[in-house]
């Protein structure tokens, strides 16, 4: 078992472009998680699948996020026309646990936007 | 709703110190508990869990408690070591209505001086 893997680690991108970042989940986990984090701050849920439905999204999530999860197993999350408050830390999680729901994080994603 | 409420930081202890870093939740349900560790530039790591009352998650010399009575899961290591340093995040889960989404604290930071 690998982990959850990430990619890219650093992503730097001028305001308004659009970028793509990849999650690729531990395999036999079934839950997928999308957070971002800023600097100080706990991971802020951004939203979730079972498998390959998309089960929640956060109220606070921009219509320029989209995630997609297309087999059940690696996720993507794309922004659209790029903001610089979009300039986070963009961590994925796994999960597949009936018992305790733990969750396993990848390495996330630094998100600069200039 | 659910929300975790930690203990403002930084914690600056010198090595060999003992470590309590406190944390206390409200839920609507009967969750699982988590504390999880994050190092500089990664990602979260799983530290140690509790799913029920009573019941103590330990590791890497980590310990927490599952205080129904008080809401509380506090973190407690007895000799801290340079390495500890990071920030430690408090966290819950209540797997109801099919929801596996958790709640984390805003977390703490640790420094430890040799």
């Known amino acids: 078992d690998t982990g959850v893997s990430q990619n890219p680690r650093h992503k730097i991108t001028k305001r308004g472009q659009n970028v793509t970042f990849r999650c690729d989940p531990i395999?036999?986990?079934?839950?997928l998680y999308w957070y971002r984090q800023t600097l100080g701050q706990g991971p802020e849920f951004l939203t979730y699948f079972q498998n390959e439905a998309q089960l929640e999204k956060s109220r606070l999530l921009s219509d320029r996020f989209s995630a997609e999860r297309p087999k059940g197993s690696f996720s993507t999350l794309e922004i659209q026309r790029t903001e610089q408050g979009d300039s986070a830390m963009y961590l994925c999680?796994?999960?597949?646990?009936?018992?305790?729901?733990?969750?396993?994080f990848g390495p996330g994603t630094r998100l600069t936007v200039t | 709703g659910n929300s975790v409420t930690q203990m403002e930081g930084p914690v600056t202890l010198s090595e060999e110190a003992f470590l309590t870093i406190n944390c206390t939740y409200t839920a609507t349900g009967y969750p699982s508990l988590f504390w999880y560790v994050q190092y500089p530039g990664e990602g979260l790591q799983l530290l140690l869990k509790a799913t029920k009352a009573d019941d103590k998650g330990s590791n890497k010399g980590f310990e927490a408690t599952y205080r129904k009575e008080t809401t509380s899961f506090h973190l407690e290591k007895g000799s801290v070591q340079v390495s500890d340093s990071a920030v430690y995040f408090c966290?819950?889960?209540?797997?109801?209505?099919?929801?596996?989404?958790?709640?984390f604290g805003r977390g703490t930071s640790l420094i430890v001086h040799p």
């Open positions: 966290a819950l889960i209540i797997a109801s209505g099919g929801s596996y989404i958790p709640t």
């Open positions: 395999s036999e986990h079934n839950r």
């Open positions: 999680a796994s999960s597949g646990g009936t018992v305790s729901y733990e969750q396993y």
